[in-house]
């Protein structure tokens, strides 16, 4: 039998098991009883017939997980399925995303080829799925070029250093142009980010207004405007000013490109 590693690296490890549970503040005066019950259960699980010997070193709390329904991040659970509906309802015989999820562009890849794009490149091989390093401020594609494109909970990021990225103040309306530069005529963007009040959390993401996205892609037609509320309510085709006062909303734009229309009229250079 291959003993445990009791290096101070895994030690360490399993010390972490235990504690990260207490970490939350919020999580914290319902740890201790829960715990409780997790010794209880240790116990009885240990009594049972044909029980697995349990060692203190395998050992992995999960405390937190018994819940009345099954939690998830409503902005990224509604936009991905809106996206990817979006996509397959199009019929797009490719695609390609900058910087979303990894389970969304695998997931979408089980039905159309994708192109991931991302500065910090996806090493993984899934048929049907290409990763290609580079930047939504610089993407590898010529002017008007892709037809079906997606950047989900992106843009908010970009220029603040988070991911590796420049910091720049402009940072997510350049990433919009750039977006837009590759946007063939007649192709569909699928763009999200949060949305209401605006303010910036540095360094981990900005707020806009709506409206400001719009300007942003100003050079393109809006084809719907659909969003995640704050009390993590999806609604299509949602009102614009209802959006605009939210506290940390999710804005979900579907933008097309009529023939012969600019990118972003008097944009500033970059």
Partial sequence: MKKFDSTPKNLAYVAYRWISPLADPIRLVTAVPRYIRYFREWARYSSLPGAEPIRLVDTFPCIH?????????????????????????????????????????GFLAAAVPVTFIDIRPLEAEVEGLTCRKGSILDMPYPDRSIRSLSSLHVAEHIGLGRYGDPLDPEGSRKACRELARVLAPGGSLYFSLPVGKPRLCFNGHRIHAPGTILEYFAGLCLVELSGVTDEG?????????????????CGLFHFTRKDGTDDNPGAQPG
């Fill in 233 to 249: 309510r999806f609604i299509r085709n949602i009102d614009i000013d209802s959006l605009g006062r939210s506290g940390y909303a």
């Fill in 65 to 105: 997980d018994r819940t009345e329904s099954t939690g998830f991040d409503h902005h990224y659970f509604y936009q991905d399925i809106w996206a990817f509906r979006k996509i397959l309802a199009s019929g797009a015989r490719e695609h390609v995303d900058v910087g979303s999820r990894t389970d969304y562009v």
